[in-house]
């Protein structure tokens, strides 16, 4: 297994590899100011980026430049991303001198502190940048003093989704040093710091099951396949399990098949060393099948096919090997990795040795002997640092510069505490003087307190008596009112009485029927001053049900209605509430008087009665002469401004709506209207439902 492997799992979605990064680096990090940067725009600009570049890889960057352009202002964060997209291409396409132009340009975007204190996960990304570059070119020791400031940056924010990108790193160098035991734990890590991120992204799905694959190559380039295998059919179950969310986008599909082609020719490696054929052959066929029509997955199809040519070559199944050797042969002008043909070479020499072919066998050996000194000639290993050593002693380093600024920090406090102490003296001194100055006003200010205490006392004595009063004139004016229901309901009884008697004059009968509609609105405005105090501590409140009630008071009411050819109807739904029966079905006669009154002759209230959350809806509908602009917001006030005639020259006295108000908020309900002007009214009632 070689290089490739890692890092094509690593980055497993062949063609939203740019676009997904990009958006991975927008979801691991917290949201920061906005107020300069234009995420929406470059999101857009990104996916037609990509989608350009499909095409042609010039016309695709040629347009990003364009879109930064033409944008009247760029943010920060909105220059990070250009440069970061552009680095991570020429990082994938081993253009490391230009990555590193790339990484550079991130790196002076956050050369103020103040930046990097205020963007630290954007600028931890361009060191990491940084790290990457020395650590593809293999200097070690400077790839670790970038990943540490990042990590130093990473531990300012809260977000621990952004940990993955440390310990992936950790990884990455221990798998290039080979050390391959230590870097396995650290991609375990990076798979579980992933969990923390928006896991509902096909870029974070995609970076878990790399980061599985990479956990099980790493531990079977250690010599542990046990291990190996168990990472192998974890990252195969995260893809099966996690994965199928995902299925309903072509590309998605593509990506998800390219990614467990790796690691069925990742396992199969394995299977074959264990000694296991069968499986070994099942699952590299499978991963060839996969990744030999794939535009970007053709290497690593060749390097599975290796595999299977060795495990034919070693049961010598001739046939089968030559046939796969011819496919991979296809194949190599296609991707034109050395690495691969110096196998291919082998692999042929191994065949013509077996198969008794001494002059192909001779030409193979020769080339593969010179790609193999050509290439041990250019992997010039560096001297392998211990990552460990190397971050403490840069964490001693930090340290003994955080205790030097803290040195600093504990003379500049000493240098203000002399100035405060001096200061403190300094303010003593006033205060003292101040005192004896102000001890002349002391009894003045405190003569001052008892005039303002003795003016706050009449105050209270005043209101209080003004709030007896008030209950005086209340309660006079409630027996006036008693006394006066029955004389006046007398001469209404009599007057109706006396219009029944058929013989009476017409002269006569058009003064008792005046006498009749007089005595009528003057039992209506006894009735409304005897509840014009409203309060809870005059009512009894009982369990009623609120349908039952305003069914009364609607049949009460129809013979008033008909007189206008007016209908009521009515619709309830059985509803128990805790009330006053009587204080309510005033409400009620109140709401449904008003409609009668204010309405046209010919038309028809609505009366609805409807349960919902725990409370219950009364509505009263009117197609009447609605409520006018300007008595809106007095409608529910005493005051003779929204006294208004009824459509037949029906009295109004203007205490009806206020009085229902007060029974209302006594009940903890609520009332209201909505109204057009010459198009009608409803009022609402809302109260709690009884439980």
């Known amino acids: 297994m070689n290089e490739c492997s890692l890092f094509k799992s690593r980055f497993p979605a062949n063609r939203l590899i740019l676009l997904s990064i990009l958006i991975l680096l927008n979801a691991c990090t917290p949201t920061v100011q906005k107020t300069h940067e234009h995420p929406a725009y470059f999101d857009s600009v990104f996916a037609r980026t990509y989608q350009i570049e499909q095409s042609s890889s010039a016309a695709g960057l040629a347009y990003l430049e364009q879109a930064y352009a033409v944008s009247p202002t760029t943010g920060t964060i909105d220059l990070h991303r250009k440069y970061f997209y552009r680095h991570e291409r020429c990082m994938r396409m081993g253009k490391l001198q230009e990555a590193s132009l790339y990484a550079d340009s991130m790196l002076q975007i956050f050369n103020d502190k103040s930046m990097q204190q205020r963007y630290p996960q954007y600028y931890a990304q361009a060191l990491f940048a940084r790290g990457d570059i020395f650590r593809d070119q293999k200097k070690y020791n400077e790839a670790y003093i970038y990943f540490f400031r990042g990590r130093e940056m990473l531990l300012q924010t809260t977000d621990t989704c952004l940990y993955h990108e440390y310990a992936n790193r950790l990884a990455l160098v221990y798998y290039h040093q080979e050390k391959y035991l230590e870097a ?99 699952l590299l066929r499978q991963s060839i099948d996969i990744n030999i029509h794939g535009e970007d997955e053709k290497r690593d199809a060749q390097l599975t096919m290796a595999k299977l040519i060795s495990l034919y070559l070693a049961g010598n199944r001739l046939d089968s090997a030559r046939s796969v050797l011819q496919e991979m042969g296809s194949t190599l002008d296609l991707v034109g990795d050395p690495g691969v043909r110096q196998r291919w070479h082998r692999l042929q020499w191994q065949y013509y040795e077996k198969t008794g072919q001494q002059e192909p066998g001779y030409t193979a050996l020769r080339a593969y002997i010179k790609l193999h000194d050509s290439l041990e000639a250019a992997a010039v290993k560096p001297a392998v640092a211990d990552i460990n050593k190397e971050f403490e002693r840069m964490a001693g380093e930090h340290k003994l510069e955080l205790l030097q600024k803290n040195n600093e920090l504990q003379t500049a406090y000493l240098a203000i505490l002399v100035v405060l102490f001096f200061a403190a003296i300094l303010i003593a001194g006033m205060v003292w003087h101040n005192w004896r100055k102000s001890r002349r006003h002391v009894a003045a200010l405190e003569q001052l307190n008892q005039e303002v205490t003795a003016q706050h006392d009449n105050i209270r004595r005043s209101l209080a008596a003004l709030e007896q009063s008030q209950q005086n004139h209340y309660r006079m004016m409630k027996i006036v009112a008693h006394d006066l229901r029955n004389p006046v309901g007398a ?52 369990l009623m049900e609120i349908h039952v009630a305003l069914k009364y008071c609607v049949d009460l009411l129809q013979t008033k209605a008909m007189e206008k050819q007016q209908s009521i109807v009515l619709k309830a739904e059985p509803v128990q509430v805790i009330a006053c029966r009587e204080k309510i079905w005033r409400v009620f006669s109140n709401l449904i008087n008003n409609a009668i009154k204010f309405s046209p002759d010919g038309t028809h209230i609505e009366v609805e009665v409807k349960r919902q959350n725990g409370t219950v809806r009364v509505a009263v509908k009117d197609h009447g002469i609605g409520i006018p602009l300007s008595m809106q917001d007095k409608i529910f006030s005493q005051t003779h401004e929204v006294k208004r005639k009824g459509t037949r020259g029906e009295a109004s006295f203007g205490f009806g709506l206020s009085i229902s108000k007060q029974i209302i908020e006594a009940h903890n309900g609520k009332i209201w209207f909505e109204t057009e002007e010459s198009g009608g009214t409803t009022f609402y009632i809302e109260m709690k439902v009884a439980s």
């Open 184 to 282: 396995a734990p650290y991609f375990a890590e990076a798979f579980q710091r992933l969990s923390r991120c928006d896991t509902s992204t096909f870029p974070i799905f995609s970076y878990q099951h790399a980061q599985l694959d990479n956990t099980a190559l790493s531990y079977e380039k250690g010599g542990d396949n046990q291990r190996a295998i168990f990472y192998y059919d974890s990252a195969l179950r995260f893809i099966e399990k996690s994965g199928a969310k995902f299925l309903n986008v072509r590309d998605n599909v593509d990506d998800i098949q390219a990614g467990k082609a790796v690691i069925y020719g990742n396992k199969g490696g394995v299977l074959l060393r264990l000694g296991d054929t069968l499986g070994a052959e099942s």
């Open 491 to 542: 001469i209404s009884t009599l007057s109706d009485l006396m219009l029944m008697d058929p013989g009476r004059k017409a002269q006569d009968r058009e003064m008792v029927e005046l006498i009749h509609t007089s005595s009528g609105s003057a039992l209506d405005l006894i009735s409304d001053l005897l509840v014009l105090d409203t309060s809870l501590s005059d009512m009894e409140m009982e």
